[in-house]
Nanobody, 123 residues
Framework: VQLQASGGGLVQAGGSLRLSCAAS????????VGWFRQAPGKEREFVAA????????YYEDSIEGRFTISRTNAKNAVYLQMNSLKPEDTAVYYC?????????????????WGQGTQVTVSS
């Protein structure tokens, strides 16, 4: 299974973007899919995750209701709708899949990673 992240771009503060993570290859049925982001000079950090079986979402506290994660079984895809973007949201965003149940909060919990998509928010 390969993951492909897309949808990044340049947006002004207060604007919106929707990121997509598409899975290709064999049947895609992970335990969870997560979004992480990495700003220059910083560690890769958790943003959001969704449990594949029941679509339960989980978010990093600082997201404060601005982002929404969703998934579609039919397209083997996960989306991250990002609203009210701030300059501090600027980062490369990665999607990742986790096969086995357990923690979904750490980058070390995930087995497969997409290549990342750049999000730049101007002030």
């Amino acid at each position: 299974v390969q993951l492909q992240a897309s949808g990044g771009g340049l947006v002004q503060a207060g604007g919106s973007l929707r990121l997509s993570c598409a899975a290709s290859g064999r049947t895609f049925s992970p335990y969870a899919v997560g979004w992480f982001r990495q700003a220059p000079g910083k560690e890769r950090e958790f943003v959001a995750a969704i449990i594949w079986s029941d679509a339960s979402p989980y978010y990093e506290d600082s997201i404060e209701g601005r982002f929404t994660i969703s998934r579609t079984n039919a397209k083997n895809a996960v989306y991250l709708q990002m609203n009210s973007l701030k300059p501090e949201d600027t980062a490369v965003y990665y999607c990742a899949a986790k096969e086995l149940s357990g923690s979904i909060w750490s980058r070390n919990d995930y087995d497969r990673w997409g290549q990342g998509t750049q999000v730049t928010v101007s002030s």
